[in-house]
């Protein structure tokens, strides 16, 4: 992406007067070590003179370059970048620099969302980030290429390097940091800084040091691509010429990573498109994070606890189908739809000839709408499917006059309290001929080898026993005037039995 | 029918028939708004630019029935113009007002033949040939005869140029108005001749009866003037059919009571018509009569036998008073309607055979039970109006509120009870039967109650989708219009299905709040002075100042008992805690036993007994911060503190050793180290609001409202008052409750606000998060219009939270200082106005859904894009 994040955004009158001042901002460090003597010729690697302090204005502030050490045997070069904290939640890159946006995965906000996402209150002034690493390579472009007019051949060569960055966000995993450089033969020393207060235990940063022999050029490019890969910061913007940026970086190391796929992701992730700002809103009305709203469509490595891959999701989609088929339904509900799996192989059923899937989730909505590709269907088919939000606490009359609905792997998601609420709306009021409700079995779980008590995915209120199941089933089918009987689906354990248990209620008259 | 009046019902459609020419348009012109009348030839040039392009005739009258139909949907008397002279066009217009239930009239304009060709002469641009007049002429000849069996329900026809001129129309109230009698009523379900129960329960309403020379009751008065509404099937299957209908034909009569049809009259009037005795069931009606299919079940053989047992006068009085029996009443300015089996909104006040048998037999789904009784829709359930339906005709084990609906019919002759409503009070007061009179079909069940053969339980109040979602407009006593965009309603009915407690619990979310505005200069964002002028530009002298406890928001509903819950919510339970977004405040367990120790401290502090009240519903903030913030708190405070902490002391020294090199660092140095102390600042800000807890140890409650009661909405009472009940809970229960501190101050008096802003310096130099302005009084109607509920003034230190660690900085202060609270000031109020509206609501038991949409609403407006710091 050529273009600024900003371009889109209305400024705001207060940035263009108040501009970029160095003097409002806080610091992001990394320190460049080698003892290569004369190790002072850093500098002519650096194109950066040991004996000044430099500066320039980049897209999130001001980088300074200074050395705090400069012998025959030891010379430290410091990157210190001063990120700007109130632009940054204003969603410029750098105020009065419009031209300058032209690295977006800057850990940046999208320009044209509206305040609110990011915290005045912030890591990224502190903590190395994808800030960093752009900042690394306005200052230290020509040093990363590997070209030096001056020291052709050092540039060429592996020298001795120390590497410290003291505060860098490790996210998941602190040993990540070791995973990632180790193969680079970095030997690596990460170690975690505490929270404050530090009975809070430690934080997800680590104070990381480095040391190696090789070309600075590789050493550069190395953190170019890692840090923020390792910050992993969400609100990521990425573009086809990220990509690009990527292979060129890493030319001659990532192709043989062992942990290429997890750098490839991550450097190219979080693509939310889709941003939610009005839930992430009330997140914050209520002291969350957005994720703990926003989290009806799973994030990659969300922890799902069911293993993959998953044959499980297709066993249960196939049991639902030919339950379908059986009913003889033709027009279907996907009540909880999602991200539209299941919705999918409805259209495609030339059995069933209209559709009504419905979700709460605004998000869900739209990736179903997405993936399912529905401007593309032609007209008569298109017609025959809705994408509603909907929620099965309240009734719904466009959930009425179905054949058949489908809960797959949804009353869970809902808090036992609440599930009378969906009873009635569901079996009392869109009252279809026939529902095919499937949910886990908790006892299973123990197959998967989880504690008990544990729970296969983090937005589950509870998990039922086959016990507890059939007894909810029989209650509702004997109250809104169903039959009821369960089938099993997945391989079935001989004690646990299977991993997932589905209901289907045939309405009596319907049965009649 | 030559008339000069013409009386038109208010609610009718109607239909002006002649030929061209005849003086349609120049008649309506004359009797009727502009707006009132649709023509046709004004839709042929709305169609097609030329108002006599025939050609655009279908597309015309395709318009014509569109607009009519919205105008009759809204309940305005419309009249097409245009000539109607042919059977089939008159058609579709009768089946437009049914299908509205309104009335067509037919005003037919039937002037000589000669006046009309002369008319259309006379106007340059009509070519009609005297042929087509006359083919009109014909047709219109035909019609008039069969008018009234096409189904006009009035057919006036003029047929001189003098009767035109001298017509004047007479709109008529309709039948079922009485909107400008207004009670007080008692409203009386379904008596099935239980003479002696209605004798008791009037006087235990406070009528005094009065008897005839054989002690028969024929009147009953009541002292205060109230009124009786007998909601029809006043006859069969009791013991005294004829006794009742004395008593309920004298209070008609006598202008003491108001009645309507029930089935059981529609259909004892049919058989009286139709000549039937008392006969035992199965005899055919005698020969000679219309038939009019009248059998004689349910009860209706003893009726018949009762009054065949009466004088023939008596006999005749009963017959006219069914007949005189209208389908319902809509009264009181459209506040209540009365009807014998309910009656949908969009009914009311209508006119239709449908209404009537609304009316009397309710909505029912085509289907019968097991009983091989009609299963009925529960039309109640769907019930969106305003007005109060009142209603029997399903005998049920209990009268209950169904979204602003009751079904009075508590099954006295099947050994239940005789039930009335007093309104507006919305007491019930039932009479029990003295025993079972007829055994009904099947047994009494509660209104809403599960399928036979299982225990009675109330099943949660249905919330329609279209209760909350979309565009909305809602309307408060505070701020007239309060508007709810789609995407905004969207965001809402996620965090409200997916994370919020039960609706019926959620009966309110607290407004939020605007800071001051912005200091000008100086070292603070946020000064107490901004406050006190600003209340004093909203017109509001006394304000109280509150510390601001630094915790979560809270609002707690605290029932007496679980029964007390039951009864009034409909949950059983010890009521519930949420948080600003409807979420629970705390687990379960932790929940029930922090509610305990609440209901025990209200107990003990006697709240329940002073309010007359089971349930209490607070206003509060809980502490510590860092008891529902965890997860926040550790992801984005503490760990940006971690990281200020990692990086700052790593980048001081590095700069010193550069320093020391002789290199020219010291302003970045100075800088850096200068952060550093920002970020010291900063975590001791937050840790100030953590601290461990171990179930509800540590857990401190700081109530600041007392919002409702049963009944009672006490959101605008003064300030001291809230203030003084949660200083009576602190006292009782100091372990859990944190009174709060407060001043008061005058904001004409500059003394009185120095003194409340040093009170300010030194709470938030001593920690404080700082205080709430609010007016005194409470709620304050200024000159332009509600003041704010409060203002807060934070103090600098706690702004580190909000603005970051270095907001202190000059630059950072100068560009923050640039927040607008515009936006916030106008969200805050309009929340505020929600959610005063929410407990008014609550404070009259409007239905659930009424209170939802307040709550919903707030929860909305809270995913507008507002400055989240403010």
Known sequence: MGTAPASGTRPRESDLSGGLDSRDTWGVLLTITTTRAPATDLGYLLFKHPGKVQSWPVASGQAHVFYPQATEDRCTAALLLEVDPVALVRGKGSPGQHGAGRHNSDGQQRGNEPPGITHYVNDRPYAASSLLAVALKEVFGTALTG?????????????????????????????????????????????????????????????????????????????????????????????????????????????????????????????????????????????????????????????????????????????????????????????????????????????????????????????????????????????????????????????????????????????????????????????????????????????????????????????????????????????????????????????????????????????? | MTTSELAIPELSLVVLVGVSGSGKSTFARAHFK?????????????????????????????????????????????????????????????????????????????????????????????????????????????????????????????????????????????????????????????VHGCRAELETLLGGLGYALDRDANGLAINARHPAGRRVIFLGDLVDRGPDTPGVLRLAMGMVAAGTALAVVGNHEAKLLRSLRAGLSGRPEGNSPPSGKQSHNVRVSHGLAE?????????????????????????????????????????????????????????????????????????????????????????????????????????LDTGCVFGGALSALQYPERNVVSVPAARVYYEPAKPLAAPSAGPPGHPARREPDVLDIKDVTGSRVIETSYLSRVSIRPENAAAALEVMSRFAIDPRWLVYLPPTMSPVATASSGLLLEEPDAAFS????????????????????????????????????????????????????????????????????????????????????????????????GRLLRDQYAAVGAAAHAALPAAVSVLEAAAARGLDVSALLARTSARLRNADGFTAAYQRYCWPVAGLDGVRVAPFQVLASEGCSHAQRPHAWHLDRASRLAAGDPALFTATRRVYADTADASSCAAAADWWSALTAAGGEGMVVKPAAGLVRGPKGIAQPGLKVRGPEYLRIIYGPDYTVDANLARLRSRSVGRKRSLALREYALGLEALDRLARAEPLWRVHECAFAVLALESEPVDPRL
């Open chain 1, 147 to 512: 070209r030096c007019d001056a020291r052709p051949e050092l540039a060429a060569s592996p020298i001795p390097l120390e590497i410290r960055v003291p505060a860098l966000r490790c996210a998941g995993d602190t040993d990540l940091a070791t995973s990632l450089f180790a193969p680079l033969g970095w030997a690596v020393t990460a170690s975690p800084v505490p929270m404050d207060p530090p009975q809070w235990g430690t934080s997800r940063y680590v104070d990381l040091r480095l040391s190696g022999t090789m070309r600075l050029a590789d050493a550069l490019n190395h953190m170019y691509v890692l840090l923020p890969v390792l910050d992993d910061a969400k609100h990521y913007w990425v573009t086809s010429d990220e990509i690009d940026k990527l292979v060129r970086a890493g030319a001659g190391w990532l192709a043989t990573h062992p942990e290429k796929a997890l750098i490839t992701r991550r450097y190219l992730a979080h693509r939310r498109e889709l941003t939610v700002p009005a839930l992430a809103r009330l997140a914050e009305a209520d002291d969350l994070e957005p994720e703990e709203l926003d989290n009806a469509v799973p994030d990659e490595g969300d922890g799902d606890a069911e293993p993959k891959p998953v044959p499980l999701a297709i066993l249960r989609r196939e049991a639902v189908l030919a339950l379908l088929r059986e009913s003889g339904a033709r027009s279907v509900g996907d009540l909880g739809c999602g991200d539209g799996a299941l919705t999918r192989h409805l259209i495609a059923d030339k059995d069933i000839d209209r559709v009504v899937a419905a979700d709460v989730s605004a998000r869900a909505l739209a990736i179903a709408a997405r993936r399912l590709r529905l401007e593309r269907l032609p007209e008569a088919k298109r017609a025959s499917i809705s994408l509603i939000q909907s929620a099965l606490t309240y009734r719904d009359e466009r959930l009425t006059s179905l054949d058949a609905a489908v809960l797959m792997e949804v009353i869970e998601h809902v808090d036992d309290e609440r599930l009378p609420a969906l009873e009635r709306a569901v079996f009392g009021f869109a009252a279809p001929a026939s529902v095919i409700v499937t949910t886990p079995n908790a006892e299973h779980n123990a197959v998967y080898g989880m504690a008990p008590g544990t729970l296969r995915h983090p937005d589950h209120r509870w998990e039922w026993t086959r016990a507890q199941f059939r007894r909810w089933a029989r209650r509702v089918a004997v109250t809104y005037g169903y039959v009821v009987r369960f089938e099993p689906v997945g391989p079935e354990a001989p004690e646990a039995g299977p991993p997932t248990q589905l209901a289907v209620f045939t309405r009596t008259e319907a049965a009649a």
């Open chain 2, 34 to 190: 502009a707006t009132e009348v649709i023509s046709s030839d004004f839709c042929r040039g709305l169609v097609s630019d030329d108002e006599n392009d025939q050609a655009a005739t279908a597309d015309a009258f395709d318009v014509l029935h569109y607009i009519a139909g919205k105008r009759l949907a809204a309940g305005r008397l419309t009249v097409v113009d245009a000539t109607n002279v042919q059977a089939h066009a008159r058609q579709p217009l009768v089946a437009l007002a049914r299908a509205h239930d309104a009335l067509p009239v037919a005003i037919v304009l039937d002037l000589p033949h000669d006046v009309c060709v002369r008319r259309n002469a006379d106007r340059p641009d009509r070519d009609f040939g005297p042929q087509v007049i006359r083919r009109q002429h014909a047709d219109l000849r035909r019609s008039i005869k069969g008018l009234q069996r096409e189904g006009f329900r009035a057919v006036h026809v003029l047929r001189t140029e003098e009767q035109v001129a001298l017509a004047s129309i007479r709109r008529t109230k309709m039948f079922s108005d009485l909107r400008h009698v207004s009670g007080p009523f008692d409203v009386i379900g379904d």
């Open chain 2, 534 to 629: 600003a209340f004093r530009d909203m017109g509001v002298g006394e304000v109280v100042c509150e510390e601001k406890h630094m915790g979560s928001r809270a609002v707690l509903l605290v029932c007496e008992s679980p029964q007390a819950a039951r009864a009034r919510f409909g949950v059983t339970g010890p009521g519930a805690a949420w948080t600003r977004t409807g979420r629970p405040f705390f687990t379960a367990v932790l929940g029930a036993a922090l509610l305990e120790r609440v209901r025990a401290a209200c107990a003990d502090a006697g709240l329940f007994a002073e309010l007359e009240t089971s349930w209490l519903l607070l206003d509060a903030e809980i502490m510590p911060w860092s008891a529902k913030a």
């Open chain 2, 303 to 407: 009726s018949l036998e009762q009054i065949g047992s009466q004088p023939v006068a008596f006999r005749q009085e009963v017959e006219g008073f069914l007949d005189s029996l209208v389908s319902h009443y809509v009264l009181d300015e459209g506040r209540l309607v009365v009807a014998h089996a309910g009656l949908a909104e969009r009914l009311h006040g209508r006119a239709s055979g449908r209404v009537r048998e609304f009316c009397l037999y309710g909505q029912t789904t085509g289907e019968t039970d097991e009983f091989g009784l009609p299963v009925r829709y529960p039309w109640a359930e769907d019930y969106r109006g305003r007005a109060m339906v009142l209603y029997g005709h399903t005998p049920t084990l209990a009268a209950e509120w169904v979204n602003n609906t009751m079904c």
